[in-house]
């Protein structure tokens, strides 16, 4: 087979299975496995492919068609424009996230501080803040040993491990009580009556990355709960939301009274995805 005839076969086995946008998805798996930049298939189209690498690449189309995500295959995502690592001991990190990074960025981008990001998976959003807030310094912690790995890996190739801690912890408890200026997080937030009829891509992601408890709620109500004790006073809390827990959410923090100033903002596709408070 010719990289040509290797392209149309890719399209019309992903089109067949009804892969979504699968144009894109041959073109990534054919630079990823015969290594041929994707703006210049054309001159490779007479190039005879080898033949183990052809096996590879029927091999990823299947995986494809099964509901295997593209990042998991490549083991590559790009977040707030820096590269990460990821398989499926992690969440791919989503840019409806960046809206929360945005946002501490904006308040805090010339600012001393120390940051707790809580459930942090890939790393993405306490390396991503490492990197843009140039005197922050940065603790990040999740339950998954695996994520944890793999984060620190992330904050090596993204070069800001000097400015970080590892925790492996659930919620806070093996967390060092100190007062931080910022705790951020992205928890697990689906109900799990719900997780059974999300996308077959979603269900190739770690179940504990998703499952929020029969409420989506569980992480959050830990989190109001404990964050107290881990703030400054005029410390603030960011944390990333389903597009329909804004209420509930808000409603944790006004209940518990550690909080004022409380705003959410909504993501690039205009639903609500964030919510930020500040330590009394
Ligand atoms: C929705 S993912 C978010 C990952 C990452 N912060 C991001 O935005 O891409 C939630 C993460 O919470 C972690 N997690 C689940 N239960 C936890 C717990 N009890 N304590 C700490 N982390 C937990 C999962 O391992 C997963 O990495």
Same mark, same amino acid.
């Given at each position: ?5 290797? $392209? ?7 089109? /067949?299975?009804? =892969?979504? &946008? #699968?144009?894109?998805?041959? *073109?990534? @798996? ?11 298939? $054309? ?7 080898? /033949?183990?690498? =052809?096996? &590879? #690449?029927?091999?990823?189309? *299947?995986? @494809? ?216």
């Amino acid at each position: 087979m010719n990289i040509k005839d290797i $392209i149309n076969y890719g399209k019309n086995y992903l089109n /067949e299975n009804n =892969v979504d &946008d #699968y144009e894109t998805i041959v *073109k990534i @798996i054919v630079e990823y496995v015969f290594k041929i930049n994707k703006n210049e298939f $054309i001159l490779h189209y007479e190039d005879e492919a080898d /033949e183990l690498a =052809v096996f &590879d #690449y029927k091999r990823y189309l *299947k995986q @494809i068609a099964d509901g295997v995500p593209i990042q998991y295959i490549t083991n590559k995502q790009e977040f707030m424009n820096l590269n990460f690592y990821v398989d499926e001991n992690v969440l791919i990190p989503q840019p409806d996230t960046e809206t929360l990074v945005e946002e501490v960025i904006s308040i805090y981008k010339d600012t001393k501080c120390e940051i707790l990001d809580l459930c942090t998976g890939s790393g993405a959003i306490g390396i991503s803040l490492a990197k843009y807030i140039s005197e922050s310094y940065v603790t990040i912690s999740d339950i998954s040993q695996k994520a944890i790995q793999i984060a620190k890996l992330n904050s090596e190739t993204n070069q800001v491990h000097n400015k970080m801690e590892y925790y492996e912890s659930d919620m806070f408890t093996n967390i060092e009580k100190k007062q931080y200026d910022i705790i951020v997080s992205n928890p697990p937030y689906i109900e799990t009556s719900i997780i059974e009829a999300l996308d077959k891509q979603v269900k190739h992601e770690p179940y504990i990355a998703l499952d929020g408890g029969s409420d989506g709620l569980k992480f959050y109500k830990i989190i109001v709960k404990n964050s107290p004790d881990y703030l400054k006073n005029g410390g603030r809390l960011f944390l990333e939301i389903g597009y329909n827990q804004k209420d509930s959410v808000m409603k944790l923090l006004e209940e518990s009274k550690n909080y004022s100033n409380i705003y959410s903002k909504k993501d690039l596709g205009g639903n609500d995805r964030i919510i930020v408070a500040t330590r009394r």
